[in-house]
Nanobody, 125 residues
Framework: VQLQASGGGLVQAGGSLRLSCAASGRTFSSSAMAWFRQAPGKEREFVAGLTWNGGSTYYADPVEGRFTISRDNAKNTVYLQTSSLKPEDTAVYYC???????????????????WGQGILVTVSS
């Protein structure tokens, strides 16, 4: 599985962005997916995740209620809709996929086998 993220950029506080992650490979629809982020000087952290069919979603406390993760298996794409962005959301965002047919702890980076390139989201105050 190869992952290609897009949609990052500069936005003012209170604004929104939609991040996309396009996957190659036939097993995308069988893989749990997630978004992580890494702010300057900080460790990578979980942002949001969902199961292979989108039936269950998971969010980190700082983004709960402001971000929405979704997927379109017909398009091999997972999305992260962000809203009410804050300067502290500034980070490099990564999409990730677990190995197909696995359903491991969605919040743990070590369980994701595939990673996209990071994309920068900058929120200005």
């Amino acid at each position: 599985v190869q992952l290609q993220a897009s949609g990052g950029g500069l936005v003012q506080a209170g604004g929104s962005l939609r991040l996309s992650c396009a996957a190659s490979g036939r097993t995308f629809s069988s893989s749990a997916m997630a978004w992580f982020r890494q702010a300057p000087g900080k460790e990578r952290e979980f942002v949001a995740g969902l199961t292979w069919n989108g039936g269950s979603t998971y969010y980190a406390d700082p983004v709960e209620g402001r971000f929405t993760i979704s997927r379109d298996n017909a398009k091999n794409t997972v999305y992260l809709q962000t809203s009410s962005l804050k300067p502290e959301d500034t980070a490099v965002y990564y999409c990730a996929a677990q190995a197909p047919f696995y359903a491991l702890n969605p919040r743990a980076a070590e369980y994701y086998a595939y990673w996209g390139q990071g994309i920068l989201v900058t929120v200005s105050s």
